[in-house]
């Protein structure tokens, strides 16, 4: 999983937390998704549309 991921790899051996390389790379994880998403929302939500009409 990407959050263990990144939970461990900014960990030093003294078990101080980098915390500023920890959340840009957290943050260059979640910009491409939230592009891919406002790209393709439209059929996300018509997915989402056909998904929840039964019959």
Do not use: C, D, H, W
Request: no cysteine; aromatic share 8%.
């Amino acid at each position: 999983m990407v959050s263990n991921g990144l939970a461990n790899a900014f960990t030093t051996n003294t078990g101080s937390i980098q915390y500023e390389l920890q959340m840009a790379a957290a943050t260059m994880v979640t910009l491409p998704l939230i592009v891919i998403f406002v790209l393709l929302r439209k059929n996300v939500f018509s997915g989402m549309q056909t998904g929840g009409i039964k019959g």
